[in-house]
């Protein structure tokens, strides 16, 4: 924890362990939350197939007021801005044993500890049709399984949340009330071809040229992959912003095998 209460000049005051915390086995703190008085914080199953745990703390003291089981990987929380709930992302990660949780979002109702989780099953069978959309899907995956939740901004009225897919291209709508997504939305792809880009490493064959040779009219095309989300008014608009990672890229043909050095 840090002292904020001279911005210029923050000091550091504490850190808890909440290893010796029950149902906690890790020190794999994902996220931390902030709301009147209570301090949430995500811990990561240290088998990241199973279920991870949000832990509540009074900030003062650290001492703990209850721990509360979610999904597989819980990655970002946030509270809704009444404070009466806190939304938690479970990317249900793929691991190396070839585990694969079922991604999804756990809501956790304060006044009582009770956990509601919204999953993506009633996608499965979609598959096809989202892929036609943009939104990437592995091959002989299911919806449920292969989108990893990444973070979420809920919206002033504490009802809806939108949740970034970052690996599916995608931003999930999220009905709080039901615990139910009610859309995923495809961001589509980014065109590069008219803009100025070096995607080779061939431009200098004969090494009598230059190494960089910035062109129009590759035929390439970006994936934005959403990460993190906030949600803010926009004179009086309500609006979300999201940086986009575009790690993946597509080509309208297979690229040219890399050569060595």
């Not at 190396?96 to 993506?120: E, H, K, M, R, Y």
């Not at 897919?165 to 709508?173: F, H």
Request: charged share 15%; with cysteine.
């Amino acid at each position: 924890m840090v002292n904020l209460g001279n911005a210029s000049a923050p000091t550091f005051v504490t850190t808890w362990n909440l290893t010796s915390v029950a149902g906690v086995n890790s020190t794999d703190v994902s996220s931390v939350s902030v709301k009147d008085g209570i301090l949430a914080a995500a811990v990561i199953n240290g088998n990241k197939s199973l279920s991870g745990a949000v832990v509540f703390l009074e900030p003062a003291t650290g001492n703990v007021i209850d721990t509360v089981s979610v999904g597989s990987v819980p990655d970002h929380i946030a509270f809704t801005p009444d404070g009466s709930k806190l939304l938690v992302c479970n990317e249900g990660e793929l691991d190396a044993a070839g585990n694969d949780p079922q991604g999804s979002v756990s809501i956790i109702d304060l006044a009582n500890s009770t956990v509601q989780t919204a999953n993506f099953t009633s996608f499965d069978g979609t598959e096809a049709t989202l892929r036609s959309q943009n939104v990437r899907i592995f091959a002989n995956r299911s919806v449920s399984t292969d989108v990893e939740p990444e973070y979420l901004a809920i919206n002033a009225a504490g009802t809806q949340a939108l949740v970034t897919l970052q690996e599916a291209n995608a931003v999930a709508v999220l009905d709080i009330a039901t615990a139910t997504f009610t859309e995923i939305v495809p961001l589509g792809l980014k065109d590069y071809s008219t803009m100025l880009t070096d995607l080779s490493d061939r431009d200098n064959a004969l090494g009598d040229g230059p190494l960089i040779k910035f062109e129009t009219g590759n035929p390439a095309f970006g994936q934005f992959m959403p990460d993190a989300i906030a949600s803010f008014q926009a004179a009086t608009r309500p609006t979300t912003s999201s940086p986009t990672k575009g790690m993946t890229a597509m080509t309208s043909s297979p690229p040219p095998p890399r050569r060595s050095h």
